[in-house]
């Protein structure tokens, strides 16, 4: 993964989250073996709604880029995925959607 550049490859929200964080541990590190998780290159793009604790997130430095708020905010959304090139979401811890933001818009 290419961390140089200032784009943002990926948002994940619910990143707070066992599931999130273990997304993100991956798609900084990489899993051996599991080929299905997206390329991702640029800094990850978390979301986190306001009061979650962020200092997991810490180790990671400037490859990921904390944003809180609330996902039903629509105008929060909007600035979350403005140049990113993919989205996860995890709502509720129940599953996951991977979308092409090439493909849609808000």
């Known amino acids: 993964m290419n961390h140089q550049t200032n784009e943002v490859g990926a948002v ?41 604790d962020k200092t997991w997130f810490a180790k990671f430095g400037d490859k990921i880029e904390i944003h809180e708020g609330d996902i039903r905010d629509k105008t929060a959304v909007k600035k979350l995925f403005e140049s990113t090139e993919c989205a996860i979401f995890f709502i509720q811890q129940v599953s996951f959607i991977l979308i092409k933001l090439k493909t849609f818009s808000l």
């Open 12 to 52: 994940v929200t619910g990143a707070a989250g066992w599931l999130g964080k273990a997304l993100v541990s991956a798609l900084i590190h990489g899993i051996d073996g599991l080929s299905s998780l997206p390329r991702i290159s640029g800094r990850i793009r978390v979301f986190i709604l306001p009061g979650e």
